[in-house]
């Protein structure tokens, strides 16, 4: 009998230091851990939810280095299991690349856009601000504007070098370019006799656009003695539109009273005439649209004041400009 509780005491002895032996085994090789999820993916083990939050607010801050305004967020919270891990693997694994794979940003970018084209892109609202105003101080009448929009990452941001560049350009290219107007060459014009012999006007299809700024009629067709077109109103270096789009075959001076003028065929038998101009942005050769801007209304050639003289001939025969105008 004492043998037998003998043999019990040691066994339970045994067992305890058995069982505490293996116990301080795993306190000294495992330590207690988080196992993270996101969105159902594996992130990796942190030690515990307090250590994730570090490891995030770090990934937080240096998105803000990029851009303070940044929007930074995961898609849903993180869940967490208790774990145990061995040292070695809490230290060998990459939480910070795991983690940065599943946080999203969103970033606010201000667009500078001009005539309908983007042209800039910066972060900063009030940068984008300053070159609006700079562009439509410079050109009168420029439509430029500042567009919001929400990104998850930023490209093609645009740096002050280049946006100074950019603005150098559309200034440039939108100012009236001064032409030296030459001493006129007098010459008699000869209207066709076959102006009032009913003409048959081409038909074109196509998109039309009014050919200038302003509809005020200084002079109506055929308001006097041989005037084939139509006298449009607007002040020196004002925009003239392609009425159509067609290949331009005339640009420069035109030495029977137009002035420096611009003439474009449409097909069909079709060519529109903007005469008197102050200054021409195409060449003979280019292919234009409608709506494109052609030349800058001016007071050049046989000519009492600014305005756009419009002309339409059929098959080389001037026709009455309104039938091309109305309802445009």
């Not at 509780?5 to 069982?19: P, Q, Y």
């Not at 594996?42 to 030690?47: L, N, R």
């Not at 972060?123 to 050109?139: I, M, S």
Request: with cysteine; glycine share 8%; aromatic share 12%.
């Amino acid at each position: 009998m004492l043998s037998t509780l003998r043999f019990v005491l040691f066994t339970g002895i045994s067992l305890v230091m058995i069982f505490t032996a293996v116990y301080m085994t795993v306190l000294n090789t495992y330590k207690p851990a988080v196992k993270t999820y996101i969105n159902g993916e594996f992130i990796g083990y942190f030690a515990d939810e307090q250590q994730f939050d570090e490891v995030y607010n770090d990934l937080v801050a240096e998105k803000q280095n990029i851009d303070e305004n940044v929007k930074v967020y995961l898609e849903s919270e993180p869940t967490f299991e208790q774990s145990y891990i061995r040292d070695s693997l809490l230290e060998q694994q990459n939480v910070y690349t795991n983690l940065r794979a599943e946080i999203k940003t969103e970033y606010t970018i201000y667009e500078v856009v001009v005539d309908g084209e983007e042209q800039m892109t910066f972060t900063a609202e009030d940068q984008a601000d300053g070159y609006v105003e700079k562009l439509k101080a410079e050109v009168e009448d420029l439509d430029a504007s500042v567009n919001v929009e929400k990104v998850a990452e930023l490209e093609n941001i645009t740096s002050t070098d280049r946006a100074d560049t950019i603005l150098a350009e559309i200034v440039d290219r939108n100012k009236p370019v001064e032409i030296p107007e030459p001493e006129p060459v007098v010459v008699t014009p000869q209207y066709p006799t076959t102006v009032y012999t009913g003409a048959v006007a081409a038909y074109v299809d196509g998109p039309k656009v009014w050919p200038t700024v302003g509809r005020k009629v200084n002079c109506d067709y055929w308001g006097y003695y041989g005037h084939n077109g139509v006298d449009l109103a607007g002040a020196a270096g004002t925009p003239i539109y392609a009425y159509m789009a067609g290949t331009v075959v005339f640009s420069g001076w035109d030495s029977t009273g137009y002035g420096y003028c611009v003439k474009i065929n449409h097909g069909n038998g079709l060519v529109t005439i903007y005469a008197h101009a102050s200054a021409l942005y195409v060449t003979a050769g280019q292919y234009v649209s409608a709506g494109q801007t052609i030349a800058g209304i001016g007071s050049t050639g046989w000519s009492t004041g600014n305005h756009l003289h419009f002309e339409a001939r059929s098959n080389g025969v001037p026709v009455n400009p309104w039938i091309y105008l109305n309802g445009v």
